[in-house]
């Protein structure tokens, strides 16, 4: 059984969310929130929202008979979203572009067994 969560339009720019990403790829549920909880940076604070999100996908989807300790972050992507451009006065009457980048983070757990690589 395959439960997913999509955070779309967060403003964050992906650079900084895929290195959290690559945390919790693969692990199991578990494992994937104790690392979010206690990692420093400010990325993980809505993947970890977005995994817990997942995980009640999966009890609703399955109707409660999911067994949450044998689910795994199966796939988890971080995409671009659409950017905001703002400006900035600078010297001499220019004007400097500022782009406030947005990001797509999907997410797909499964409590099949990992395929071995």
Do not use: C, W
């Not at 104790?34 to 996908?57: C, D, G, M």
């Not at 992507?77 to 006065?89: A, H, I, K, L, Y």
């Amino acid at each position: 059984m395959e439960a997913t969560a999509h955070l779309r339009h967060l403003t964050m720019a992906p650079r900084k969310l895929s290195v959290v990403a690559a945390l919790v790829r693969g692990k199991p549920v578990g494992a994937a929130i104790s690392i979010l909880t206690f990692t420093k940076r400010a990325a993980a604070r809505p993947v970890k929202k977005l995994l817990e999100s997942a995980i009640a996908n999966a009890t609703d989807l399955s109707k409660g008979q999911v067994d949450i300790d044998k689910l795994y972050v199966k796939h988890i992507s971080v995409d671009q979203g659409p950017t905001s451009r703002r400006f900035m006065p600078r010297a001499m009457g220019r004007a400097s572009r500022i782009n406030k980048k947005t990001s797509h983070v999907h997410v797909v757990l499964t409590d099949d067994k990992k395929p071995k690589a």
